[in-house]
């Protein structure tokens, strides 16, 4: 499969459970949460997300499908700094079946994820959803204090505070 949409994966898993039994709780976190959004023209071909559940038996399942996954049970690990408290109570949901829930940060959240990883196309993305859900800065701000109150002291959350500065420059106050 080249590339990967929301609609296909909630195909995918939906498949999976029926073949398994198995029930599905995951947090999508990576770019497939930009279709959700309704941001469509960003391609991508994997599955970032945090998985309520044992990971293995659906990571073997999404190699079968030629689909790499970055699954985790702790997506605030990804990062010395830390997802704003409460982003999984956040979380709404996409699909919500008998067996089956996808959930999608809120868009301050996203953004926040995005800005903790930091790259260029992360910057884009984060761009992309505050721009479509007219966050402002002291929306952005306010989650990034959450975030850096429940990280670790390091001083890699002196550049995470430089990115978010940078990233408000271009909000609305």
């Known amino acids: 499969m080249s590339t990967l949409t929301a609609e296909q994966l909630v195909a995918l898993l939906a498949r999976y459970v029926e073949e398994t039994g198995a029930a599905i709780d995951l947090l999508l976190v990576g770019a497939l949460a ?23 038996p659906l990571l073997e399942f999404l190699t079968a499908q030629n689909i790499p996954a970055d699954l985790t049970q702790n997506f605030s690990g990804w990062s010395v700094v830390a997802m ?3 982003y999984r ?9 008998e067996r089956l829930r996808i959930r999608l940060l809120v868009p301050v959240d996203f953004v926040i994820a995005k800005l903790r990883r930091g790259t260029e196309l992360d910057h884009d993305d984060a761009s992309l959803v505050a721009a479509r859900f007219h966050l ?6 306010a989650a990034a204090d959450a975030a850096l109150a429940a990280s670790p002291q390091d001083t890699s959350l002196f550049l995470f505070q430089k990115t978010v500065d940078l990233f408000c420059e271009n909000l609305p106050a």
Do not use: K, M, N, W
């Open 89 to 97: 109570d956040r979380a709404t949901d996409l699909v919500r079946q």
């Open 84 to 86: 704003p408290p409460g």
């Open 34 to 56: 930009l279709h959700a959004y309704g941001v469509s023209d960003r391609a991508t071909r994997d599955i970032d997300g945090e998985l309520q559940g044992p990971i293995g």
């Open 136 to 141: 402002t800065r002291g929306d952005v701000r």
